[in-house]
């Protein structure tokens, strides 16, 4: 695969969709789907940085609304989330990714030895600074933005800043992705076209590409083939092209 030709990408975000249809077309259980799912990550995350040179990709696998599910549902997930950190922290750890869970880990729904392993995976991996894995779980970008408004609006109260000061910058700093630069590409799995509450804030200028393919069907050839229209596009930010 030639990265040669794609455009440069620092931060890369994908919503991973379409376990459950995957599974239901194949007549098993949506327990498969998930598992198949789960499967897919390492590749997929590996080749973003081994193949593409992105420094950090983001991949949202719970939401504050998947708590809607059906409790076993939710069991399965936690499960396969949690074997698939013991599986591979080593080897994220020995290849320099610095892993972070962005969510509401407060929450008392999550079961401890979930919490546990994804502390741990955190804490082993907090000093490496070659590549960044950013796990959304139980993330919600309206959670996620509410949360810095009453940081920031305690901040005020305290004295500590004044609300002159609220910046982009600033806002940012209280944002879980706090120093990372904003998403260049998002890439959604399994047809749907909406972003499901997923780094609101942090796409203000990204790339969609919603792709048809059930996240387990997802390849490092629909990889490419994402990167490739990527570099079709034209980014402006508001400018016009090439300043004429
Ligand atoms: C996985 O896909 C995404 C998660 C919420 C874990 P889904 O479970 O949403 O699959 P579909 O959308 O039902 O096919
Ligand atoms: C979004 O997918 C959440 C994750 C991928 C973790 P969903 O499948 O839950 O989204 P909706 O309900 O179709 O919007
Ligand atoms: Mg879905």
């Not at 305290?158 to 609220?166: K, M, N, P, Q, V």
């Not at 402006?236 to 090439?242: E, N, P, V």
Request: glycine residues 6%.
């Amino acid at each position: 695969m030639k990265s040669e030709k794609l455009k440069p990408i620092k931060h890369i975000a994908f919503i991973m969709d379409g376990n459950g249809r995957w599974a239901k077309k194949r007549f098993l259980s949506r327990s498969m789907g998930h598992k198949a799912g789960v499967s897919r990550i390492k590749e997929i995350i590996m080749s973003c940085y081994d193949d593409y040179g992105i420094y950090c990709a983001s991949l949202f696998t719970f939401s504050t609304e998947n708590w809607n599910r059906p409790q076993d549902e939710i069991d399965t997930l936690f499960e396969l989330l949690e074997e698939f950190f013991v599986k591979e922290i080593d080897f994220f750890n020995s290849r320099g990714v610095k892993i972070q869970v962005l969510g509401n880990l407060q929450d008392e729904r999550i079961p401890s030895k979930t919490l546990n392993v994804i502390k741990e995976a955190v804490r082993k991996t907090e000093n490496n600074d070659k590549n960044v894995f950013n796990v959304l779980f139980n993330y919600g970008s309206r959670f996620e933005i509410i949360k810095a408004c009453k940081e920031i609006a305690s901040s005020v109260k305290e004295g500590i800043i004044s609300a002159e000061d609220i910046d982009n910058a600033l806002f940012e700093n209280h944002l879980y992705t706090k120093g990372l630069s904003s998403i260049d590409l998002l890439i959604r799995t399994s047809g749907e076209k909406r972003l499901s509450n997923c780094l609101l804030y942090q796409v203000a200028y990204a790339e969609f590409i919603f792709t048809k393919k059930f996240w387990p069907d997802f390849n490092k050839k629909e990889l490419y083939r994402c990167l490739l229209e990527y570099s079709k596009r034209d980014r402006r930010f508001g400018a016009i092209k090439d300043g004429k």
